[in-house]
């Protein structure tokens, strides 16, 4: 939880600086700070599996972090999930068009979640309270990753980087929506869209759809050098990267998701797609 405080002091320092935040950044301060205040009832939870059940479940390729596994305290769930949707709706809705109060119904609210964490479609929850289905999305991204990062950060340390090396996450099998290559070797590391765990990954190889073809794979870069656009010919997807070998302060990761917008406009306009 310490980097919610940094991102949001670094939002507020740039805000004085600037006088106002661009739209995206001013939902994505509220959007962390509704997370932070909710620190104090967020479960931490230890693995129970053993070094061997472990070792053998990576090596399958199952993720460590299954959804009955999960320790979420629903009321404050709710509380989140409420808060994260009406923020939303403030800012990217008419005032005449607000979403109905999904949060009211708990037994909705936990079957929606589970959907939306195994990856499958939430559009009949989305067309029952008036909300798209990637705003409806959001909210529930926003209230379970408290939940999922605190106790992400007790079984990525049991995770053997040399033995994983997939496309999605280790910990609790997302996709991979940032990456980084580290300062001592350019090593990648993809860094996990729901729980922020990060892991070692090829640098010749799409996690997305797996291919190996250097003729398919390349990336563009800008003038420093410090920010790559990873492109994948073959499934057409895109993947932002920040080189820290280029970077001379501290670099906040998930903040860079949101800073880094002009390269998603940059992969889409190209006709890729965020994986």
Not at 210 to 222: A, N, R, V
């Amino acid at each position: 939880m310490e980097i919610n405080s940094k991102i949001l002091k670094k939002l507020q320092e740039w805000q004085q600086k600037e006088g106002s935040l661009p739209q995206y950044l001013e939902l994505y301060k509220h959007l962390v700070h509704i997370q932070a205040e909710a620190k104090p009832n967020i479960p931490s939870g230890k693995p129970l599996l053993t070094k061997e059940k472990i070792s053998a479940t990576l090596k399958n390729g199952i993720p460590l972090l299954k959804w009955d596994a999960i320790l979420i305290d629903w009321p404050t769930f709710q509380k989140l999930f409420q808060k994260a949707a009406n923020t939303i709706d403030e800012h990217t809705k008419p005032t005449d068009k607000k979403s109905k109060n999904v949060s009211s119904d708990t037994t909705s609210l936990q079957e929606m979640t589970k959907v939306w964490f195994e990856g499958s479609s939430l559009s009949p929850w989305a067309g029952q309270h008036g909300m798209e289905e990637d705003l409806l999305s959001a909210a529930i991204h926003c209230a379970i990753k408290p939940f999922l990062t605190t106790q992400a950060e007790a079984y990525k340390k049991l995770v053997d980087q040399e033995q994983w090396r997939r496309g999605y996450c280790p910990v609790c099998g997302g996709k991979a929506d940032f990456a980084f290559l580290d300062k001592e070797k350019g090593a990648r590391w993809l860094i996990c869209s729901r729980c922020d765990s990060e892991w070692l990954f090829q640098r010749l190889e799409c996690p997305y759809c797996g291919t190996k073809d250097h003729t398919e794979l390349s990336y563009f870069t800008d003038e420093k050098e410090m920010y790559r656009l990873y492109i994948c010919k073959r499934c057409r997807s895109y993947l932002k990267t920040i080189d820290l070998r280029k970077t001379e302060t501290e670099i906040l990761l998930p903040l860079e998701r949101v800073m880094t917008v002009d390269l998603d406009r940059q992969g889409q306009e190209k006709g890729y797609k965020g994986g």
